[in-house]
């Protein structure tokens, strides 16, 4: 699988498109002013408690409070206890026993603050190097799952004598992270060295700081593409500013030598993104229809609690029978899904109604060509079987904001709704407002301001309610048409 990693800098914003077979794939977007949280270590200030929720609002300084629950407290192991990273059923210690209001806590941001909720916290502090990611907390060394389990015990035993023990000036977690796979002692240990060093600092700084304060901040969009993204599939990354390139391939020739082997300063006219139309992909992305080449479309809509996915064969009528049409459409869509959930960094839980197949092995195909497509997303994905209503439930990561979110607002019209009241009920809506400021004040005159529509229906259709409406309250109505107003927008002028 052909990988390309694109990136667009401006003062402004960096954009990375995640090039894999000619085709966009993922789309990550940073903004000095709007950067994520994301592996941020803070010291919070516990702000309120809450028993009743087993967790906790802490302050970092941000407007809205961050989110602790309980299943994120980190609790100190017991004495002799060798594995505290693998106990799961051991009850939890209320939180209330565990943190207090006004107590000033060490803190790392795990989710984004999302819509109105603010950033989800833990006490399980770990810090990410280059090959390996530290627990300053735990003494287990481990290895990524996504190596093959037949390395994992000869790698943790090389990963374990390099970081030695307490007592010879060790300590601390250590799980080798899958870049680190091929890494020789020498960068293992450097890593390790890097790593213990900042995590120093971060201590330092929690004693000098006051509460509200930033310890320790992830590395930026740039940095991260050579550290996560980049990978052994990865052909080239073509940056477009050549400032940024020099910092890159320093940076990379430091800590990511094979991942800065592939840094390409990109020189062409065109702007960089224009090579694979990835604003048109963008565009196309933040709509709800997605055109499926064999004539289907997928309607995706997006809500706080979930996302909801609908299969539609539209204009596709197969060439053999009907089952086969559903078939090959719902398979073609399965593809799509797969595609666009990475590309609009959709998260939490997705509900997906394909066409309903009376088959039960074009069931099974569907499910599983679905799965194969996700196995290419770096983001954790759990997918279920088709329920008794016929929706396939699934579950991907969430950890900061998606797409539409990122780079859309709530339209000023609608308030989010997406869609706004007809120009007759705007009309209804102002009669009601005048017979109500009529009871309460005794202008000479009320004038109404409101959209050309709804103007344009008092004068005509509605006209003969307005003039009703005056006679009832014995005073002229006035209109005037405003194109600047929204939709359902209107003021009433007592004059």
């Known amino acids: 699988m052909q990988q390309d990693i694109l990136i667009n800098w401006s ?95 060490m803190v790392q941001v795990i989710k984004d603050p999302i819509g109105t909720k603010g950033a989800r916290l833990s006490t399980q502090i770990s810090v990410a190097g280059r090959l390996l990611v530290f627990l300053p907390q735990d003494e287990h060394v481990g290895v990524s ?20 023990d307490k007592a010879s000036g060790g300590g601390g977690g250590f799980i080798l992270r899958t870049n680190g796979e091929d890494a020789s002692d020498a960068e293992l240990a450097e890593d390790i060295a890097y790593l213990r060093k900042t ?5 330092a700084a929690a004693f000098e700081l006051p509460p509200r304060s930033l310890l320790h901040q992830d590395l930026d969009l740039l940095q991260r593409v050579l550290r996560d ?33 592939k840094l390409q300063h990109y020189k062409g006219e065109r702007p960089i993104f224009d090579l694979y139309a990835i604003d048109d992909e963008v565009a196309r992305a933040l709509g709800r229809r997605v055109d499926l080449k064999s004539g289907g479309y997928l309607v995706i809509d997006q809500t706080e609690a979930l996302t909801t996915i609908d299969v539609n064969t539209g204009g596709y009528v197969g060439a053999r029978n009907f089952d086969d049409t559903i078939f090959k459409t719902n398979l073609e869509a399965a593809q799509a899904i ?9 998260g939490g839980i997705v509900i997906v109604d394909f066409i309903d197949m009376a088959r039960e092995d074009h069931q099974q195909a569907v499910l599983g060509e679905l799965r194969k497509q996700l196995a290419r997303d770096r983001v954790k994905t759990t997918v279920s079987g088709f329920s008794q209503l016929g929706l396939v439930e699934m579950t991907r990561k969430r950890t900061r904001e998606s797409l539409a979110q990122l780079l859309c607002e709530p339209c000023a019209a609608c308030a989010g709704r997406g869609s706004v009241k007809t ?19 005794n202008p000479r005159e009320f004038r109404v301001i409101a959209p050309p529509r709804v ?35 209107y003021d009433i002028v007592l004059w």
């Open 11 to 105: 003062p402004q914003e960096t954009r990375v498109a995640v090039v894999e077979s000619g085709a966009v794939q993922e789309l990550h977007i940073e903004r000095p002013l709007e950067r994520g949280l994301v592996g941020n270590i803070y010291l919070g200030k516990v702000a309120r408690v809450l028993p009743g929720m087993q967790s906790a609002f802490i302050d970092i300084g941000f407007e809205r409070a961050a989110f602790l629950h309980v299943a994120d407290v980190w609790q100190r192991p017991a004495e002799g206890d060798a594995a505290p990273w693998a106990r799961k059923s051991e009850a939890q210690v209320p939180i209330e026993k565990q943190v207090f209001e006004g107590q000033a806590l």
């Open 145 to 164: 799952q996504k190596i093959p389990a037949a390395e994992r015990d000869a790698l943790r035993a090389r990963l374990q004598a390099l970081v030695g």
């Open 199 to 203: 995590w120093a600092r971060i201590k």
């Open 229 to 261: 993204l980049a990978s052994e599939h990865t052909q080239s990354i073509r940056i477009d500013s050549h400032e940024q390139f020099q910092r890159l391939r320093a940076f990379g020739r430091e800590f990511m030598p094979a991942a800065a082997a």
């Open 338 to 346: 797969a595609r666009q959930l990475r590309l609009r960094n959709l």
């Open 423 to 441: 120009a007759r009920s705007v009309c209804y809506d102002i009669l009601r407002e005048i017979l109500r400021e009529a009871r309460q004040f």
């Open 455 to 489: 103007v344009e229906l008092f004068l005509d259709e509605e006209s003969q309610h307005l003039a009703g409406l005056s006679d009832f309250i014995g005073k002229p109505i006035s209109l005037q048409a405003e194109s600047a107003l929204g939709p359902e927008q």
